[in-house]
C-alpha cells in the first residue's frame, strides 16, 4: 500500500469513525440511562441478566464509542500529519478487542447474534484496514 493511498485510507476511514462513534456515543448515553432505569425498579430480573452484566455492557459501550470516536479523530490527523501515526495503531488495535468482546457478551445475553456477527465482523475489518494504512505511515517516517 502506497503512502498517499493510506493518507486517504485514514482521512475516509476517520471521517467515517468519527460520525459513528459520536452516534455511538448518543447511543451508549441512552443505554446507560435506560440500564439505570431498569435496575432501579427491579425490572432487570425480567430480563433474566444481572445488574452488573447490563452495567458492564452499557459502560463497555460506552467505552467503545469513546474508542471508535478517538480513533477517528487520530485518524484524520494522522492523514495530514504522518508521523502521528503510532496513536491510531494503538487505537485499531483497541478497537479491534473491544470489538471482539462486544461481539461475545452480546453472542452471551442475546437468542439473535447473526447480525452482531456480521457488524462485528465488518468493525474488525475497517480497524485492520486503519491499521494497515497506519503502518504504512509509521514505516514510511522510519
Not at 40 to 60: K, R, Y
Not at 61 to 76: D, N
Amino acid at each position: 500500500m502506497s503512502v498517499e493511498a493510506s493518507k486517504k485510507i485514514l482521512k475516509v476511514m476517520g471521517i467515517i469513525s468519527i460520525v459513528f462513534g459520536a452516534i455511538a456515543l448518543i447511543i451508549a448515553g441512552i443505554a446507560l440511562a435506560g440500564v439505570g432505569a431498569l435496575v432501579s425498579m427491579g425490572l432487570h430480573d425480567l430480563l433474566g441478566v444481572s445488574a452488573g452484566s447490563l452495567w458492564f455492557a452499557a459502560i463497555l459501550s460506552l467505552v467503545a464509542a469513546i474508542v471508535t470516536l478517538l480513533l477517528g479523530i487520530f485518524c484524520v490527523i494522522a492523514s495530514k500529519k504522518t508521523e502521528k501515526a503510532m496513536p491510531v495503531i494503538v487505537l485499531a488495535c483497541l478497537d479491534i478487542i473491544l470489538s471482539i468482546v462486544s461481539m461475545i457478551l452480546t453472542i452471551k445475553t442475546s437468542e439473535s447474534a447473526t447480525s452482531t456477527i456480521v457488524s462485528t465482523v465488518i468493525s474488525v475489518a475497517l480497524s485492520v484496514l486503519i491499521f494497515l494504512a497506519a503502518n504504512t505511515l509509521k514505516k514510511s517516517n522510519g
